[in-house]
């Protein structure tokens, strides 16, 4: 059995038009969150965390 | 407060008439045997070209618009023309289109029958209208339903004598109903019967009633068109100096590298639709997001404007 290793962080490559970036700016600029990164952790934490049906 | 008359008709079998129904104004369709269907069109008195379009009052309403719902404009004007007071049966219909000659011709046979297309374009036309302005209607008293396999189907209806639907005209309308030419169909119970058409102005009372509604930069008027000239001809000839302007085009995507912890990334494989997207994760992830979004921040129907006015 190996010693257990560290899962490395991984990245995932999202594609957003220029019409999907402005809606995440205002939705950034009504505070939910301080950048578009961030906001789209926190759409990933809310679903993770509703969990059910996708 | 009472209302004070304007006037006060019976439409006859096989007949419409055009009314102008000035702002302000009640408009009453009334069941005067009960169970006839009416088929109903609705102008913008002074511009026709603005007209009463069932396919955005279905996606705002439902596929049966009814008491405290607005019958819509067409994109881009999308003004709410005008609002239904009162309805005392409930039961109207933005699914099915107006009966026409061609129905009757090919599925029953008929070389002359009753029919709200050509009952819509004979009344329009005392306005100047052509057969080829009758829009789709918007079917009182008109029982349908959708089946589970996706079809669409007529079923009897049971207004009574008496029942009526009330529409107040939030702009000055030409304001068109019939009586649907259908006999033969299960739409108004395979009789064809009078309706009373009455008008009134509005009390005081019923205008402040009305919700408001948003006025929006996004509602065009022509002088806003690139091409705000009605066409008067009918053959279709290329512009040779058209320059397409589309809006927002060309449509460009940005890479966001979204760094996920460990914890995150198994949340993510868990969440993903892996069925719908496969093995791209950013697709997947973009559905993620912007499901979220909807579920967050999105205030109508998917697909549907909002009518949270802003004022």
């Known amino acids: ?54 | 407060m009472t209302r004070t008359l304007v006037s006060d008709d019976i439409l006859e079998p096989g007949t419409g008439k055009a009314f102008e129904l000035i702002k302000g104004q009640v408009m009453r369709i009334e069941q005067v045997k009960g169970g006839q269907c009416v088929d109903f069109n609705a102008y913008n008195l002074h511009d026709y070209k603005e007209f009463m379009h069932c396919g955005r009052t279905r996606t705002v309403h439902g596929f049966n618009p009814s008491e405290g719902d607005f019958l819509w404009s067409q994109p881009p004007r999308e003004n709410a023309l005008m609002y239904i007071l009162r309805d005392t049966y409930g039961r109207n219909d933005v699914l099915f289109p107006r009966c026409s000659a061609y129905l009757y011709e090919s599925a029953y046979g008929f070389h002359d029958h009753t029919n709200c297309n050509d009952i819509q374009a004979e009344a329009q036309r005392e306005y100047g209208l052509t057969p080829d302005d009758v829009h789709d209607s918007f079917n009182l008293f008109m029982c349908t339903e959708v089946t589970q396999d996706g079809s669409a189907t007529i079923t009897r209806q049971a207004s009574k004598a008496g029942d009526y639907v009330e529409f107040l005209a939030l702009m000055d309308v030409l304001a068109i109903p019939n009586v649907c030419g259908a006999d033969i169909m299960r739409t108004s119970n395979f009789a064809l019967k009078p309706v009373q058409i009455t008008i009134w102005e509005a009390t005081d009372e019923e205008l402040a009633a009305v919700p408001k509604v948003p006025v929006l930069r996004s509602q065009r008027t022509p002088d806003q068109f690139r091409n705000s000239q009605i066409k008067a001809t009918r053959e279709l000839i290329r512009d040779p100096g058209y320059v397409p302007q589309f809006t927002n085009v060309p449509i460009v995507e940005t890479v966001l590298d979204i760094p996920l912890t460990p914890e995150l990334a198994k949340g993510f494989d868990q969440r993903a639709d892996r069925g719908l997207y496969g093995d791209d994760d950013g697709a997947a992830l973009r559905d993620i997001l912007f499901t979220w979004w909807e579920q967050k921040f999105l205030n109508a129907a998917s697909g549907a404007p909002s009518l949270q006015s802003t004022d």
């Open chain 1, 1 to 54: 059995m190996p010693p257990e290793q560290e899962t490395p962080n991984r990245t995932i490559r999202l594609s957003l038009n220029q019409q999907q970036l402005e809606l995440l700016d205002r939705t950034v600029e009504r505070g939910p969150a301080t950048s578009r990164k961030e906001l789209v952790l926190l759409a990933l934490s809310d679903a993770i965390a509703q969990g059910g049906a996708k």
